[in-house]
């Protein structure tokens, strides 16, 4: 009933200006000393968050966010109805999700997020920038390695990083185990590794590796074709 009521709590706060749209995510919500553990209910996962980096290289960081934070930690607890990741796991996830709840716990950060909205799993914990290609997608998502974008035009003018087109292809790195049907049986993905594929422009959750190569966690159902 306690972690129910955390899950349907509001997390996000938008507010919009003529120049400028921010969203700010609501403080984190803390447990009282009375209560030691959380149990997540339904499809709830609750993460316990990676420590924040201290260089810019360090962590894992989806780049639709400004800020350092840290995006990446390891399962602390699964609600009955998950099935594709368990305790211990070290999983990436976006801070900006709607279902995303931050929570304090014993004085120590948390996460607590649904099943679906985690984007993928890490062999180890601690994972890095570095770690990204052996990301291993979760359910029907992909990962891609990004083609990087042209810096000139077929007539040889030189492209300002604001007027470069964005990236539509890639390879893919990886592909999760696909997504249970309606019977609840997994339908496996059409892609796998290597495959050289198109997909819609703005779908997924773009990062960069400590080398700022270009990746992007995506749902199959974005890929338009394969090449």
């Known amino acids: 009933m306690f972690a129910q009521r955390m899950i349907a709590t509001p997390t996000m706060v ?20 009375a209560y030691k553990t959380v149990a997540p209910c339904a499809q709830g996962v609750l993460v316990k968050v ?9 962590g894992i960081i989806l780049t639709e966010s ?30 900006f999700g709607i279902g995303c709840v931050d929570l304090v716990v014993g004085g120590e950060d948390y996460v607590l997020i649904k099943e679906q909205d985690l ?10 920038a ?6 291993e997608p979760c359910g029907d998502r992909v990962l891609l390695k990004v083609d990087a974008a042209a810096a000139t035009t077929k007539g040889g003018i030189l492209l300002t990083e604001g007027a470069k087109e964005k990236p539509v292809s890639g390879v893919v790195v990886a592909a999760g185990p696909g997504k249970a049907g309606e019977d609840g049986v997994i339908k496996p993905l ?24 270009a990746f992007v966690v995506l749902h199959e159902n974005d890929l338009l074709a394969r090449l």
């Open 14 to 33: 938008s507010s919009r200006s003529r120049a400028t749209t921010t969203t700010t995510r609501a403080a984190a919500f803390e447990v009282p000393s």
């Open 50 to 58: 990676a420590a924040a980096e201290k260089a810019t290289k360090g």
């Open 66 to 95: 400004a800020q350092r934070k840290p995006t990446s930690g390891d399962i602390a607890a699964v609600g009955p109805d998950v099935k594709g990741v368990s305790v211990g796991k070290t999983v990436l996830y976006s801070k």
């Open 119 to 128: 984007i993928g799993c890490f062999p180890s914990s601690g994972a890095r």
């Open 130 to 135: 570095s770690d990204i290609p052996k990301l």
């Open 190 to 213: 059409t892609v796998k590794a290597g495959d050289k594929v198109i997909y819609f422009k703005y779908a997924g959750d773009q990062m960069t590796d400590e080398e700022g190569n």
